[in-house]
Structures are given as structure tokens and as C-alpha cells.
């Protein structure tokens, strides 16, 4: 991953979900999610997800152990970089943004 990544969350029903993913922040609600500045090798994405959304992205380097925390009603998925080509992109039902490469 070469770019910035920007993340803002949205709140429904109490529950924090990530609402954008963005290579630039986008305004003041935005937080700094992975800088590939400040990293050595990442290779996986640990996404966290419940029957709604996507609640929690991990960049981590999959050669070394990964902490992750158990939660009822929260399913984990490892996903490695190279098998996606650097390319994430998130869809709902709200509305469709062009696929952006981080």
C-alpha cells in the first residue's frame, strides 16, 4: 500500500461502522487509518464485520501475531493485499463510489 488511507465512522443504533475510506481526509470527522510512511511491510487487512456492516479495518504485517478482540455478533476475515492488488473498494446500499487504490 503506497497511499494514505482516511477512514470516518457513522454511528447507527449506538454501533460505530466505517462509513468512507478515502486517500485524502475529507473534512474534520476524518481519521488518519494507515500511513505507509510510518509502516515496514504490511500484507494483510483484518476486516471486522457484523450482520450490518463493516465495523473495523487492521492493516498488519502477517508475519508477525495479530491481536485481534472477540466480540459476539463480530466475524473477522483476514484478507491479504496482494491477492486484491493494493485495489479496496467498498460498496452499501447507500450509495457507490469509484474503487480507489490505496
Do not use: M
Not at 503506497?2 to 470516518?8: C, D, H, I, P, T
Not at 476524518?30 to 511491510?41: A, E, H, I, R, V
Amino acid at each position: 500500500i503506497s497511499e494514505k488511507v482516511y477512514a470516518r465512522n457513522v454511528e447507527f443504533e449506538g454501533v460505530q461502522y466505517i462509513g468512507h475510506l478515502r486517500n485524502t481526509p475529507g473534512g474534520n470527522q476524518d481519521f488518519l487509518l494507515f500511513d505507509p510512511s510510518l509502516s515496514t511491510s504490511i500484507y494483510s487487512l483484518y476486516i471486522a464485520s457484523d450482520n450490518l456492516c463493516i465495523r473495523c479495518l487492521v492493516f498488519v504485517d502477517s508475519s508477525k501475531p495479530c491481536t485481534i478482540e472477540q466480540e459476539i455478533g463480530l466475524w473477522w476475515k483476514a484478507v491479504k493485499l496482494e491477492d486484491i492488488g493494493g485495489l479496496i473498494q467498498i460498496r452499501s446500499d447507500v450509495s457507490f463510489g469509484i474503487p480507489q487504490r490505496f
